[in-house]
């Protein structure tokens, strides 16, 4: 037998507002940051371990850059050269090691510097906290 529709008092759940279903995306958010400094390289592959923080996945991209003194036109400049780039995947309140594939010349660079070679990694997390770009330097051994 039907009897009729609940009233809204009487225990009809109410969905939440707006504003409330952002503040709870933001408190599902986590965040990463490196777990060490001095990056190793295995197999062509330099090896960054990743530590996200909170319940909620990490994940992102990863770039490697390097600045280097190249000739342009017979003339020495500086300029930022990317070594390799990756994409990341951390379950929540987990670490990973992530592999970046370096480039040719990353690799060569790795070399010529017999394994000191200070470069930047930038984080860009799409679905940390904060969601903008993060620098950090690091030694490739």
């Known amino acids: ?30 965040s990463v940051r490196v777990g060490a400094r001095k990056l190793s390289v295995s197999g062509g592959s330099a090896i960054v ?17 390097a600045v280097a003194t190249v000739k342009v036109n017979g003339k020495k400049r500086k300029r930022t050269l990317t070594l390799g780039t990756a994409t990341f995947s951390v379950a929540g309140g987990g670490t990973g090691k992530i ?23 930038e984080i860009l997390g799409y679905e940390t906290e904060p ?10 051994l």
């Open 1 to 30: 037998q039907f009897i009729g529709p609940i009233p809204a008092s009487e225990g009809a759940p109410k969905a939440p507002s707006i504003g409330q279903q952002e503040a709870a995306q933001r408190t599902h958010r986590s």
């Open 49 to 65: 371990k990743l530590d996200c923080s909170g319940a909620a996945r990490c994940r992102g991209k990863l770039n490697l850059t």
């Open 99 to 121: 592999k970046i594939k370096l480039r040719a010349y990353g690799r060569a660079q790795v070399r010529a510097t017999h394994g000191h070679l200070k470069a930047v990694l």
């Open 131 to 140: 969601t903008h770009k993060r620098n950090e330097d690091v030694t490739i």
